[in-house]
């Protein structure tokens, strides 16, 4: 079949076809960016943490009336209180482990700082987030240690988050330990923190720790992390806790009870007193899970009424050209070749419309990348949205072209 | 005439009713997502103080010098305690602030009654003129209660719910960390989104009913009550505690100063600038006045509150609008010359194009007014699930009103009659001679 005729109908169809192909245009450049952009979401969502986030609660409290001052008396009394909760969480049924924890991956609290190889901050410095906690933490949080050991009890050191003093070992993250040692010979060696003058040793190192933080300003070292054997002393203090599996729910329950039965001048609201880590986990990821969904319903519609308008304009076109159609059936023209005719008027339509859309496509991506946190639009988005639009093209224009395939040769002989 | 057309239009859309629908269900898709995001959108970046947002304005002091990293050129997002302290000192603006976010408990009197974890802010006295903060009963303290460090408290009506079970509270005790405070003013709801006064620590939106307490800063750093909000430092302090946060030169604190003029806007730059010199001669700073004074419009802006998703996501919405209204042009144009023949009897009969015109805009309209009725629900619907899929902060200050539903038919209906210009220009220019030549 020759394209020249199907050329030559529709220059008489100007408005229409300028329409559809606008139409595809605009659908194909919307629908590519909104798709990047779940794309992007959905692999941040799927970001691990490298902790094992089953059966994990964090449990937070504010004691009331407790000493709110910095001078030693009242670090020593904040710090009994807290090792008596330690003490109350271990003893519940069901509970595997608990440990001192300041914050957890993606919870939101975080404190960070720069590590460098000199004290003066000259030279390599890497920011990294810093976990406190005691010796149980690593452990309860279930993070893979890769190389040397854990802090053991008497390493750990309680003070408030204003204290002045380093401390003097820390396990940290591989990419910290990578980016402070490319030779990787971290184990073992000092560094210093925030231009402290005491060095800290590196007495081991995780393999995968996720900082507290999803915000986009903590991108750059999402995976920098320091667990720091410091009990944060203060009026508020979490506790992570590991539960047996499948108990999670009946410890949630028992802590608040038995925490209240052994002081019961605490605040521990709903909100933020008990949480499993998936509620922290859905939490954290709320706004892109929503941002995704919302993305996905436009491009639903977008197709939708895209497709609903090629079946619409067709039609017409095939009501219009109904004589035609019986004088081409009368002169031997089979129903395939009109069926044929109507898809291959779409394709030309259809790829004009995606020549265009392609390069609206790549503009608003660029648009988007200077005014918003967007990335490069990968070919592949591209290349999927064009045989994407392609196909609801042709399946969009297959009823009408059938309906034109069936118009019986006898119409050409009756008046129009 | 008019229902003659409305008649016509009726008679018409009945004919074709699959089209009709398309056409309605396109429209009204396109305005209530449209809508839905607008409606987030509008709730996010309102102005939270519209009266005087221009003359509320935030100082930034560059106190870390053009050698810190993180900050490129820009200074720091808050003000040290010295800083801060020394502006409030100089007192160069008819009323100002310094702002820190405190999270003190509250004990409320009679056995066995739990204490009440509440969100507040250290202030001056002058916070509450110069921000217009609604007072139910009472009022803000005097300059003389800062200077003093009074023992005075302004609480939230919740906070006076909670406490005293509402009523006028005023030269009422209460207990704030175990020490005891008068309550010198109750205030009506207020909750301003975004919290333009602490972007800081609130990232500019926080759910709930607001601050519950507020405390005069001096007394509050008297008496310890330590900063709960975020701090940042460039050089970590060299002393311990909250004392240790004083004397460094980490920033804490949000400023606010009231200025009503051009001119005062003028001097009080004039007066920064002239403070940091001072600073620099003083051997503190080594680098020439570095600082920033920011209306509150500005401030928002440059702190990027409004978050970008809410943007991005109004903009794929108006896209989907757009091929929505395409897509009802082109199928209003198929629409329209199928009935040329109809036009033609018309035109020979003596309508005038006017006339034509009036027709099928008002078909046009018809269309649109269907659609708007179905955005409206839509909207609803959109508007009332949105907490689904946004935070609650967020979600919470996307509301349905009035405006939003008039805007919504109005933007229904004027699309469809903008997209139907076109097909309808189409339309009038039909050859009657020929139409009744053909058929």
């Not at chain 1, 003490?87 to 608990?98: C, D, F, K, M, N």
């Not at chain 1, 939101?108 to 005691?134: C, E, F, H, N, R």
């Not at chain 1, 290349?383 to 009823?399: E, P, S």
């Not at chain 2, 310094?98 to 001056?124: K, T």
Request: hydrophobic residues 45%.
């Amino acid at each position: 079949m020759t394209v020249h005729p199907i050329l030559a109908a529709l220059r008489r169809h100007k408005a229409g076809v300028v329409l559809i192909v606008l139409q595809i245009a605009l659908t194909l450049a919307i629908v590519c960016n909104a798709v990047f952009i779940i794309g992007q979401r959905i692999e941040r969502l799927n970001r691990p943490t490298g902790i094992d986030e089953n059966n994990l609660l964090r449990i937070a409290q504010a004691w009331v009336g407790a000493p709110s001052g910095d001078d030693s008396a009242s670090v020593e009394k904040l710090d009994e209180l807290q090792r008596e909760d330690l003490a109350t969480l271990r003893s519940l049924p069901g509970v595997q482990e608990v440990a001192a924890s300041e914050s957890l991956p993606i919870q939101g609290m975080i404190w960070s700082g720069d590590l460098t190889l000199t004290p003066d901050q000259k030279g390599i410095a890497v920011q990294a987030a810093y976990y406190y906690g005691d010796e149980h933490l690593r452990s309860t949080l279930g993070v893979h240690l890769i190389a040397g050991r854990d802090f053991n009890a008497g390493e750990i050191l309680h003070h408030t988050i204003r204290g002045t003093d380093a401390s003097p070992v820390i396990i940290v993250s591989k990419p910290v330990a990578d980016k402070l040692f490319p030779q990787g010979d971290a184990l073992g060696k000092t560094v210093y923190q925030d231009g402290k003058a005491q060095p800290s040793t590196i007495v081991g190192i995780v393999e995968q720790l996720q900082t507290p933080t999803t915000d986009s300003w903590g991108n750059p070292f999402a995976y920098n992390s320091i667990l720091e054997p410091v009990r944060l002393d203060g009026v508020m203090a979490s506790y992570a806790v590991r539960t047996q599996p499948g108990r999670e729910q009946d410890v949630m329950h028992e802590a608040r009870k038995a925490l209240f039965a052994a002081n019961p001048m605490r605040i521990m609201p709903d909100s933020w007193g008990v949480q499993s880590f998936s509620e922290i986990r859905a939490k954290a990821y709320r706004a892109d899970r929503g941002m995704a969904i919302l993305m996905g319903v436009v491009c639903l519609i977008l197709l939708g009424v895209t497709a609903a308008g090629i079946v619409g304009l067709t039609s017409f076109w095939v009501g219009q050209r109904h004589r035609q159609i019986g004088v081409r059936r009368a002169l031997g023209a089979r129903r395939i070749d009109i069926l044929h005719y109507f898809q291959i008027e779409n394709l030309l339509i259809a790829g004009i419309g995606v020549v265009l859309g392609v390069l609206l496509a790549v503009g608003l991506n660029l648009w988007l990348m200077t005014h918003y946190e967007m990335e490069r639009l990968p070919v592949l988005y591209v290349l999927t949205g064009v045989l994407a639009m392609l196909a609801i093209g042709q399946g969009a224009v297959f009823l009408p072209a059938r309906r034109a395939s069936n118009v019986p040769p006898v119409v050409a002989t009756r008046a129009a | 005439m008019f229902g003659y057309y409305l008649e016509l239009a009726l008679r018409s859309l009945k004919r074709s009713p699959g089209l009709t629908v398309l056409m309605v269900l396109a429209i009204g898709f396109g305005v209530a997502a449209s809508m839905t995001t607008y409606a987030v959108f509008r709730g996010v970046s309102g102005d939270p103080i519209p009266w005087k947002s221009s003359k509320l304005f935030v100082p930034r002091i560059d106190m870390w010098g053009p050698n810190d990293s993180g900050h490129v050129g820009d200074p720091p997002d808050a003000l040290d305690y010295t800083d801060a302290m020394a502006l409030m000192r100089d007192h160069r603006a008819p009323l100002q602030s310094a702002i820190y976010l405190i999270a003190p408990s509250v004990i409320p009197a009679g056995a066995g009654r739990s204490p009440i974890p509440v969100d507040g802010y250290a202030v001056y006295g002058e916070f509450f003129p110069m921000l217009d903060v609604p007072f139910l009963y009472g009022s803000g303290w005097s300059a003389d209660d800062d200077a003093h460090q009074a023992a005075v408290a302004v609480i939230g009506d919740k906070l006076n719910q909670q406490v005293f079970g509402g009523g006028n509270s005023v030269g009422k005790t209460i207990d704030i960390e175990g020490k005891d405070y008068r309550v010198i003013g109750v205030l009506a709801d207020w909750n301003p989104q975004p919290i333009f006064y602490d972007v800081m620590d609130t990232g500019g939106y926080g759910g709930g009913d607001g601050p519950g307490v507020f405390v005069p800063l001096q007394r509050a750093v008297a008496v310890n009550m330590a900063n709960v909000g975020a701090n940042e430092c460039r050089v970590q302090p060299v002393e311990s505690g909250f004392v240790g946060l004083q004397h460094s030169n980490c920033v804490w604190i949000a400023y606010m100063a009231e200025l009503d003029s051009a001119a005062a806007v003028q001097s009080y730059r004039q007066y920064l600038d002239d403070y940091a010199r001072e600073q620099r001669a003083a051997g503190r700073f080594a680098w020439a006045p570095n600082n920033r004074l920011f209306d509150v419009p500005a401030y928002l802006e440059q702190e990027h509150v409004v978050p970008s998703d809410t943007k991005v996501s109004l903009l794929v919405a108006l896209g989907l609008l757009i091929v929505c209204l395409v897509n009802t042009v082109g199928l209003l144009l198929a629409k329209f010359l199928r009935r040329s023949g109809e036009i033609g009897v018309r035109r020979a009969l003596g309508a005038s194009r006017r006339a034509i015109y009036a027709q099928f805009l008002t078909e046009a309209g018809m269309i649109g007014a269907g659609g708007g009725v179905l955005g409206l629900l839509l909207t609803g619907v959109g508007v009332l699930s949105v907490g689904l899929v946004l935070p609650a902060r967020l979600a919470h200050l996307a509301r349905i009103d009035p405006s939003l539903l008039m805007l919504t038919v109005l933007v229904a209906v004027v699309a469809t009659m903008l997209a139907g210009l076109y097909p309808t220009f189409r339309a009038s220019r039909v050859q009657p001679a020929w139409q009744l030549k053909t058929n």
